[in-house]
């Protein structure tokens, strides 16, 4: 097989190289902005902090040794990007559902279009208004009208996941709703006529066959989620850390970039595994597909 | 209500009509399905055949008129509490699951839920009923589409409808397959007694398959009948140029006499017909209808029965070779164009005619059916 398709490209000289040409943009777009920084980072993570702070060549794993110092941050991102994004998804879902099997097709695309709007405002912007929302003029103070005093809301675990749930909440409906809108509804009716009652057919023929959807979007999450750190800056109010504030803090403030591109490197490093297990564990279950579905 | 003795249809539509919306797709639907029947739906697309199907199913509701299976009114049940079992257009088999999965997917649903050895067994036997023993672990996409379409025979048939529906089952499968689906559909009925709703576009499937058919047209039952009654006496014109060909010719009845008609052709020519029952009025406009096979054609007179209500000359426009038969169209002063079918085998002791020929044609008394125009 892999002999075929190697004859009919040779047959086609000329589109190789338009294939080449094509591809290149994409190539050094990765190569210099991606690969180079990435190795870069990877030679700083070794090296130790310059007096006045940067960089000072060097190679010693002091760096990774001493990771455990911004545990706490590690700890948050790893609990709050996951819990995060498993809200999401919970909060996504019925709404995506809602959007492609029971709106008609007029309000569907309104509603549609009311999801993404809130994108067109800055992610600060936005951000700014639930500190103004969950702060201490926003809905404590209407709770206090009815008698419940000094709830903080802000500077809190919940401020965060509130704030990470909103800004992150269109990328998880698309993917559902796309899964959700493609499903053949005669599967639904094929279901039904066999006996299931609804909810037995939504959880035997619509949510297995929507896990893709759900799938794509808890990683576009995740990974956004992972390197946060406006939500956490600004709704967490410096008690709530992510490893994302923790590099703004070590790159901007301390100036100890070798430590910085070791918990970079961790970063991803963490990152690259939760993904790759993630994978592994959705594809495993479901098996080989063909193409057809994603 | 049957009369004593007579078992109860398994399904019966009473003054049944379904609008959606502005638009009626089914009026006044009036039928039975008797127990252990095959019968078809016939129409073509938008006669309101599938919304019957689907209103027998529970996945349409009648806007009006009462549908009930087994004696009992089922108005307002949905589809997951009728005893009936659908196959689909498309199949629609469940692709996040395997052969097995699928074919059990309606005992799971029962509670309580059999044991898994007894599911493991009825859907080996369920299989092994439409030939597709050993196939639980494949793949909807791994199967070809007449495997497809056994699977989604066999997870209908596994939960023991008291009605099996098909939804123009095979209109997806090539033509040679489904000659034999055919075939096996038929025999599957007999042998496991199940009745069978089918509904299709294609008259010769509706016809070789069925103990009746019924006819649809625009939401409305034109006729219903066996096979053989529909084509021998169609109920109007529609139904004789829908169920098999037909050549029709316009005329005005002129004189009505005991058992026979005297019928003036637009043409002029006067012929006389057996007489339908109930008797047209003279001066009626009637289509006489005349099946392609009931036409004789001779190259002289002394060839043509001595029956013959009209006899005319005629000329060969073109000839189709369709193997057991040959199809000419023909072109006469007093007919017009009509086409002719001659069986191979009177074709084997006399050459067969040519293109641009002339000859004599001509059709016995009791071949022409009188139909009034409505």
């Known amino acids: 097989m892999t002999a075929a398709a190697g004859t009919r490209d040779e047959g086609r000289g000329g589109g190789r190289a338009t294939t080449a040409l094509l591809l290149a943009p994409a190539s050094a777009f990765f190569l210099l902005l991606l690969l180079l920084p990435l190795a870069v980072v990877i030679v700083y993570s070794f090296g130790e902090r310059a007096p006045a702070g940067g960089y000072l060549p060097a190679f010693s794993f002091d760096n990774y040794l001493n990771l455990a110092a911004r545990g706490q941050a590690f700890l948050n991102t790893l609990t709050l990007a996951p819990l995060g994004t498993l809200l999401c998804a919970l909060v996504a879902y ?3 559902y809602f959007l492609a099997v029971r709106a008609s097709p007029r309000i569907r695309t309104l509603l549609l279009v009311l999801v993404i709007v809130p994108f067109w405002a800055s992610q600060l912007l936005r951000i700014y208004a639930w500190l103004l929302i969950l702060g201490s003029k926003g809905i404590p103070a209407l709770l206090s009208l009815v008698g419940i005093e000094d709830l903080l809301l ?31 509804k005669r599967l639904l009716e094929a279901s039904s006529d066999l006996g299931a009652r609804p909810w037995r057919t939504f959880l035997q023929v619509t949510l297995p066959m929507s896990l893709e959807g759900v799938a794509t979007g808890s990683l576009l999450v995740f990974i956004l989620l992972m390197g946060e750190f406006i939500i956490p800056a600004l709704l967490g109010g410096g008690k709530v850390f992510f490893i994302g504030n923790a590099l703004v803090d070590l790159f901007l403030q ?20 939760s993904i790759v297990t993630y994978m592994r564990f959705v594809l495993g279950k479901r098996g080989q597909r063909p193409n057809a579905f994603m | 209500m049957p009369s004593g003795g007579a078992s109860v249809p398994v399904v019966q539509f009473r003054d049944v009509t379904k609008r959606f919306g502005e638009v009626v797709a089914a009026r006044d639907l009036d039928f039975e399905v008797r127990a252990g029947e095959f019968l078809s739906f016939l129409g073509p697309s938008g006669c309101g055949k599938t919304t019957t199907l689907r209103m027998i199913a529970g996945f349409e509701q009648p806007s009006a ?34 052969v097995a999965g699928n074919v ?38 791994e199967m070809s589409g007449g495997q497809q379409q056994r699977v989604a025979l066999a997870r209908a048939l ?14 997806a499968l090539d033509r040679k397959l489904r000659r034999d689906m055919q075939i096996e559909l038929q025999n599957l009925q007999r042998r496991l007694g199940i009745t069978f709703v089918l509904v299709t576009h294609d008259q010769e499937e509706a016809l070789s398959m069925s103990d009746r058919v019924v006819i649809m047209r625009e939401g409305r039952i034109v006729q219903i009948g066996s096979p053989r009654a529909l084509y021998d006496r169609p109920a109007d014109r529609y139904v004789a140029d829908f169920v098999g060909k037909s050549n029709f010719f316009e005329g005005r009845v002129e004189r009505v006499a005991d058992d026979s008609l005297e019928i003036r052709l637009a043409s002029g020519a006067l012929l006389a017909a057996a007489c339908p029952a109930p008797a047209p009025a003279a001066g009626a406009a009637v289509s006489l209808a005349v099946r392609p096979e009931q036409m004789i054609l001779a190259r002289a007179a002394e060839g043509l029965p001595p029956d013959a209500a009209l006899t005319v000359g005629a000329r060969v426009l073109n000839r189709i070779f369709l ?14 164009e009509f086409l002719a079918l001659v069986p191979r085998q009177s074709e084997l002791n006399e050459r067969p005619f040519e293109t641009g ?3 004599q044609a001509a059709w016995s008394r009791a071949a022409a059916l009188v139909l009034e125009e409505r």
């Open chain 2, 323 to 336: 193997g057991e038969h040959t199809e000419y169209l023909l072109a006469s002063e007093t007919l017009g």
């Open chain 2, 357 to 359: 020929e002339s000859l």
């Open chain 1, 154 to 184: 802000v500077n809190t675990r919940f401020a965060v996941l509130v704030g990470m749930v909103y800004g992150y909440l269109p990328l998880m409906i698309f993917p559902i709703y796309v899964s959700l809108e493609k499903l053949d």
């Open chain 1, 94 to 96: 019925p709404l995506a």
């Open chain 1, 254 to 273: 301390s100036r100890n970039w070798p430590y910085g591109a070791a918990v970079s490197i961790a970063l991803i490093a963490i990152m690259l595994a």
């Open chain 2, 158 to 171: 596994i939960n023991e409808p008291k009605v099996l529906l098909l939804d123009e089952p095979l209109a």
């Open chain 2, 104 to 141: 059990a997917y309606g005992l799971l649903q029962r509670t309580p839920r059999p044991p898994r050895a007894e599911v493991r067994r009825r859907v080996a036997e369920t299989l092994e009923l439409v030939r597709l023993g050993g196939f639980e672990k494949r793949r909807s996409w």
């Open chain 2, 65 to 98: 008129g009462e549908v009930h299976l087994e004696g009992r009114v089922v108005n307002g049940v949905p589809a997951y509490r009728r005893p009936v079992n659908m196959v689909f257009q498309h199949y629609a088999l469940f692709p996040h699951l395997d």
